[in-house]
């Protein structure tokens, strides 16, 4: 069976006028970059009652951190637009910038302002003249985009800013984190920072920070003296052609014993890292973990699971729970535009999972195929959910507050992961990713098979 690289359009066409789980284009993924930054502020240079209200999905999902107060806008009227908008930009930004001391502006743009923003982007290079912080614009029109493509587009638009890379055979273990979606300042992200810090130590090498991390500026921007950038997945294709002088490594997510493992190794053969050093640090890891995980096996053994995740995170989460012997009959990717069947069946091949084919029957030991769906509305997704339900039920789903709000009057147990999350909240640091990931992924796993909220 070959998989073929494409978005599953949806069959009746009507699709297309329906949500999907990621309708907010690249201005939530910009803003959500603006979030995870203190100090930065969004400057919406818009039109009156053209406010960020996609910013309430941030407030319902962060318990740690309120958001209001990184965003302003400048209110455009009719006239302005007519007449140009570059002036009330200039001035609103001067003085708020008095008000508040940021240590970075960026502005955004709507679609009525486009079209006739002849004047902005002189008014933003002036605003650079004036002002003694740096200033991004990204224009962020309409639905274009997505939250992943946005919150990329914000990563690339810091890469310039950052410090130099450091020189010198010191700096040659030196790396630094690229990609990570830091969607709210709570202790799951606290968690996964730190294990993934905690592995890159003990294997060797110095890291110098995290984009993003929910530092400050002033202490993010230092991330740039690493030698080494590794770009998890949310920041694939950032570093394109950077010719900066660093060398980009771009893996899958250490989510997973085995995908953890294979995140390592891969590290360790890009930088030239002693393969005893990864070896020593994974057999113990795994020393540790296995016997833990192991308790749990008959619990989850078997059990149907589907997941509604953005891809790269879907394809982790099916190679892990294949890996703990669940049966995965259903992915809905959820990443909008980014949604790829493709780029799923690869990163799960990466990650060591491999599954049947259909014209090779006598390959039974492997993982059955799961049916994946990519593109479709929320309400597509149901429908296919509900379909693969009738040929068996599926008491578990790996999604969002989406499917949780969907299934909530069903039998069906939703765990819920990435965003938006607004019933499930961290105050004790619980990482999903590296090998202590793995173990509260399987306490998460097995909470919900046996019902234990």
């Known amino acids: ?7 599953v359009e949806p069959p009746s066409g009507i699709g297309r006028f329906e949500l999907r789980d990621s309708d907010a284009g690249d201005l939530l993924g910009i803003f959500m970059g603006v979030h995870a930054l203190p100090g930065a502020i969004m400057l919406l240079h818009t039109t009156v009652g053209c406010k960020f209200k996609t910013q309430l999905q941030i407030s319902d999902h962060d318990w740690g951190r309120e958001s209001h107060n990184q965003r302003l ?9 007519i007449q140009g908008s570059g002036r009330r930009l200039v001035e609103f930004a001067t003085t708020w910038y008095e008000r508040r001391r940021p240590e970075l502006f960026v502005v955004t743009t709507n679609a009525s302002v486009e079209l006739s923003a002849f004047d902005v982007a002189s008014a933003v290079d002036e605003l650079r003249m004036r002002l003694p912080i740096p200033v991004l614009y990204l224009k962020a029109p309409g639905h274009e985009g997505s939250l992943y493509s946005g919150y990329r587009r914000w990563l690339r638009a810091l890469m310039p800013l950052l410090d130099p890379a450091d020189g010198g055979d010191g700096a040659a273990r030196s790396v630094a984190i690229g990609g990570y979606m830091m969607d709210r300042f709570e202790m799951d992200h606290a968690a996964n920072v730190n294990e993934l810090r905690r592995m890159l130590t003990a294997c060797g090498l110095d890291c110098r920070g995290a984009l993003l991390d929910g530092s400050p500026w002033t202490r993010l921007r230092t991330a740039g003296r690493a030698r080494n950038f590794i770009w998890l997945p949310d920041g694939h294709g950032v570093a394109e052609d950077a ?8 893996t899958d997510l250490p989510l997973g014993l085995n995908g ?25 890891e795994l ?3 296995v016997p833990l995980i192991n308790r749990a096996l008959p619990v989850m053994s078997g059990a149907r699971v589907a997941v509604f995740q953005p891809t790269a995170l879907a394809a982790a989460l099916t190679a892990f729970l294949v890996e703990l012997g669940c049966e995965v009959p259903l992915v809905c990717l959820t990443d909008a ?9 690869d990163a799960c091949g990466r990650l060591g999972t491999a599954f049947d084919d259909e014209s ?23 429908l296919g959910f509900v379909q693969e339900c009738e040929r068996e039920f599926i008491g578990l789903v790996v999604g969002t507050s ?6 909530r009057r069903s039998d069906v147990r939703v765990i819920e992961m990435g965003f938006p999350c607004a019933s499930k909240h961290w105050l004790y640091p619980t990482p999903s990713l590296g090998y202590n990931g793995a173990v509260a992924l399987v306490q998460r796993l097995v909470d919900a098979i046996m019902g234990v909220f």
Not at 1 to 7: F, Y
Not at 243 to 250: A, C, L, P
Not at 337 to 345: E, L, N, P, R, Y
């Open 1 to 7: 069976m070959s998989v073929v690289d494409t978005t």
């Open 73 to 81: 806008w400048t209110g455009v009227d009719d006239a302005r637009i």
């Open 243 to 250: 010719g900066d002088g660093r060398k980009h490594i771009e």
């Open 260 to 284: 953890t493992t294979v995140f390592l190794e891969r590290l360790g053969k890009d930088l030239g890292l002693q393969s005893d050093i990864i070896e020593s640090f994974r057999d113990r």
């Open 287 to 289: 020393t540790r973990a």
């Open 337 to 345: 535009t980014d949604a790829s069947v493709g780029k799923f069946f």
């Open 360 to 382: 090779q029957p006598e390959k039974a030991c492997l993982a059955h195929r799961p049916r994946v769906l990519a593109g479709l509305s929320r309400n597509e997704q149901y």
């Open 402 to 407: 989406h499917q949780k709000a969907l299934l």
